[in-house]
C-alpha cells in the first residue's frame, strides 16, 4: 500500500450524506419488504418493552401495597410474559436485519468484483491490488454493519427513546422534567466524545493501513530478507510501526474508557435527583410508591438508547467514508468497452496487422512509435529487441488490453475495437514468462472452468510433453495447487500454462518469453511440441534466446520503440544490422 492509499484510508468522511444514503438504499430496495416486517419488530418489541416499568407500579401500588396475593401473581405471569414477546421480537429482528445485511453485501461485492473484471490493464496499473481487496472486503464490510446495526438500530433507539418520555410523561409530568433535565449534559459530553473520537479513528485506520503496507512488503519479500540478514533492521521497524499501532487503539480505550463512566455518573445524577423529587411528592401524597420505582426503570433505560446513538456515530461515520471509497470506484468508467455493434461472432482467421501504432502508459512515454506490420493467417513471427523496445506492449494491443494513443490494430482487416471482446480473446491465447496460477487442481488450472472432458485435458497435455510429470505427482490431474502454484518448478508451472493455451485451439498464439524460465531439458521438450502448437495458427513469439526464433516465418526487431528490422534469420544477418549485434552478442562472431 502507497502513501496515497494510506491517507485515503483517513478519510472517515461525514456521518450523513443525503448523495450516498440514497444510493445506498438502492441496494436494500430488492429487501423492502423483509425491512418492514424488521420494523414492525421493532415496534412492537420497543412498545411493549415500556410496558414493563408501568406493569412494576401496578404490582406494587395495587397488589403488594395491598395483599392481593393471586393479583400479583398474575402482574407476574403478564411481565414475563411481555417479557418473552419482546426478547422474540429483539431475537427475530436481529435475525432478518442481520440477513438484510448481509444480502447487501452480497450484491455489493458482486457488483464491484463485475466492475474490477470489465477495467482494462492501465486501470490496475494505476491502483495497488491491496486497496481493491480494501475495497471489496473491508470497505463493503463496514457498510454491512451500517445496514445490520446501524440504520434500523439506531431508528429502533429513537423510538425506544421517545416511547420512554410518553411514558414518562404520561405518569408523572414533573419527574419527567427531571429525567429530561440531563439533556444538555449527555448532548455536550457525546459531542466532545464524538470529536475527540473521530481523530482517534483516523489516526488508527493510518497506523493500520502502515502495519499492512509494512506486513505486505516484508511477507512478500521474506527470502530476501532472510538472505541479507535483514531480520534485525526489520524487526526494529516493525517495533516502531506496531508500537505506534498500539498508541492509536489505546487512545481509543482511554476515551471508551473515560465516555462511560461519565454517562454512570449523569445517570446517577439523573436518580439522585429522581429520588429527591419523587420523595417529596410522596410525602405530598402527589406520587405513589409504585411510580417512584417505575420511574427509576424508565430512567435506566432512558441512558441505554442514548449511549447506543453514541457508538452508532461512529460507525456511521466510518460508513460513509467506506461508501464514497465503494462508490467512486463503481463510478471508475470503463475505458474499453464492447462496440455499439460489434462484429458477428465468428472464429477469426489469424490475420494481424499494426497500422501506424502508437501507444504511451502516460501522456510522455511512449513504448511504441508508428508502429506498422502484417501478418498472415498462419504465419509465424518472432519479435526481439532489447528491454523495454516495446515487445510486450505489441502482445497487449492484440487481446486490447490496452487502447492504442494513435494508430489501429487490425485483426482479420477488422479494427479490435469493432470486435465483440469475449470473441476477440476467446481466439487468443497468451503464455507468458510470469505463469499465473489460482488455488484449485491441475485440471482446474488447465479448464479455468471452462467444459473440457477429461480426455480434452489429457490429450492436450500429452502433445506438450507435460502428462509425464502430472502423472508423476501423487493426484495427478487433481493434484491441489498451491497459491501462486509455490509447490511447482518454474518449468512445470510453463508447461501447464502451454497446456491452458494449447486446449482452446487458438486461432492467434502469443508466446512472451514463454521459455525463458524453463530449463534447457524442459525447452527440448516443448520445442519438439512447438511445431504441433504453431500448426495451422498464427504464432508471435517473443524471445531473447534467438536460438528459439531461427525458424520463424519473419522476425520483427524492436529498439527503443520503433520497427527498426523485418525479415527471415538469414536475411536480417545479411543485412548486418541491430539483429545481427544481438546475435552475435548471444552466440559469438559466428553467424
Wanted: aromatic letters at 10%.
Amino acid at each position: 500500500m502507497n502513501t496515497a492509499s494510506i491517507h485515503e484510508e483517513a478519510n472517515l468522511g461525514r456521518v450523513y450524506d443525503q448523495k450516498l444514503v440514497g444510493r445506498l438504499l438502492t441496494y436494500v430496495k430488492p429487501y423492502t419488504r423483509t425491512v418492514i416486517i424488521s420494523l414492525v419488530l421493532l415496534l412492537i418489541g420497543a412498545g411493549l418493552e415500556q410496558l414493563m416499568p408501568y406493569l412494576t407500579k401496578r404490582a406494587i401500588d395495587n397488589h403488594i401495597a395491598k395483599n392481593d396475593f393471586s393479583g400479583l401473581i398474575w402482574i407476574v405471569l403478564t411481565y414475563l410474559g411481555v417479557a418473552l414477546v419482546v426478547t422474540g421480537a429483539r431475537i427475530a429482528q436481529t435475525l432478518i436485519t442481520g440477513r438484510v445485511g448481509e444480502n447487501v453485501m452480497y450484491d455489493l461485492r458482486r457488483e464491484v468484483f463485475h466492475h474490477l473484471q470489465t477495467q482494462d490493464s492501465s486501470f490496475f496499473d494505476r491502483n495497488p491490488v491491496g486497496r481493491l481487496v480494501t475495497r471489496v472486503t473491508s470497505d463493503v464490510q463496514t457498510l454491512s454493519e451500517i445496514f445490520s446495526s446501524g440504520i434500523v438500530v439506531v431508528l429502533g433507539d429513537l423510538l425506544t427513546l421517545i416511547a420512554i418520555m410518553i411514558a414518562m410523561f404520561w405518569m408523572n409530568w414533573q419527574l419527567a422534567l427531571v429525567a429530561i433535565s440531563v439533556i444538555p449534559l449527555l448532548f455536550f459530553a457525546s459531542l466532545y466524545f464524538r470529536l475527540k473520537l473521530r481523530d482517534a479513528f483516523r489516526d488508527v485506520r493510518v497506523r493500520v493501513a502502515a502495519i499492512n503496507a509494512f506486513l505486505q512488503e516484508h511477507l512478500a519479500g521474506m527470502r530476501l530478507v532472510q538472505l541479507f540478514n535483514h531480520q534485525g533492521p526489520a524487526d526494529t521497524n516493525f517495533h516502531g510501526v506496531n508500537a505506534r499501532t498500539r498508541a492509536a487503539h489505546l487512545q481509543t480505550v482511554a476515551l471508551f474508557s473515560f465516555f462511560f463512566p461519565l454517562m454512570e455518573i449523569i445517570g446517577a445524577l439523573t436518580t439522585a435527583l429522581i429520588l429527591m423529587r419523587g420523595g417529596v411528592l410522596i410525602l405530598d401524597d402527589a406520587l405513589t410508591f409504585g411510580a417512584l420505582v417505575a420511574f427509576f426503570q424508565y430512567s435506566e433505560r432512558f441512558f441505554r438508547p442514548i449511549r447506543d446513538l453514541t457508538e452508532k456515530y461512529n460507525i456511521f461515520q466510518a460508513g460513509m467514508a467506506s461508501a464514497e471509497r465503494v462508490f467512486n470506484l463503481l463510478d471508475t468508467e470503463v475505458n474499453i468497452r464492447e462496440p455499439e455493434a460489434p462484429l458477428v461472432c465468428k472464429r477469426i482467421e489469424g490475420a494481424v496487422q499494426f497500422k501506424d501504432v502508437s501507444f504511451a502508459y502516460t501522456d510522455e512515454n511512449y513504448v511504441l512509435k508508428d508502429v506498422s506490420f502484417a501478418i498472415k493467417p498462419g504465419e509465424r513471427v518472432a519479435i526481439v529487441g532489447a528491454t523495454g523496445a516495446g515487445k510486450t506492449t505489441v502482445s497487449n494491443l492484440i487481446p486490447r488490453f490496452y487502447e492504442t494513443t494513435r494508430g489501429q490494430v487490425l485483426v482479420d482487416d477488422m479494427d479490435v475495437r469493432d470486435w465483440c471482446l469475449h470473441e476477440l480473446r476467446s481466439n487468443i491465447a497468451i503464455v507468458q514468462q510470469d505463469v499465473v496460477l489460482f488455488r484449485g487442481t491441475i485440471r482446474d488450472n488447465i479448464t479455468l472452468g471452462d467444459d473440457f472432458s477429461d480426455e480434452e485435458v489429457e490429450r492436450a497435455a500429452k502433445m506438450l510433453q507435460a502428462d509425464q510429470f502430472i502423472q508423476s505427482l501423487p493426484k495427478g490431474y487433481d493434484e491441489p495447487v498451491m497459491e501462486r502454484g509455490a509447490t511447482l518448478s518454474s518449468g512445470q508451472k510453463q508447461l501447464i500454462a502451454f497446456t491452458r493455451a494449447l486446449i482452446r485451439n487458438p486461432s492467434v498464439l502469443i508466446l512472451d518469453e514463454a521459455t525463458s524460465s524453463v530449463d534447457m531439458e524442459t525447452e527440448a521438450l516443448i520445442q519438439q511440441a512447438m511445431e504441433t502448437l504453431f500448426k495451422d495458427r498464427t504464432s508471435i513469439v517473443i524471445a531473447h534466446r534467438l536460438a528459439t526464433i531461427r525458424r520463424a516465418d519473419t522476425i520483427l526487431v524492436f529498439h527503443k520503440g520503433a520497427l527498426a528490422e523485418q525479415g527471415s534469420h538469414e536475411e536480417l544477418i545479411a543485412a548486418d544490422g541491430i539483429y545481427k549485434r544481438l546475435y552475435q552478442l548471444q552466440y559469438g562472431e559466428a553467424a
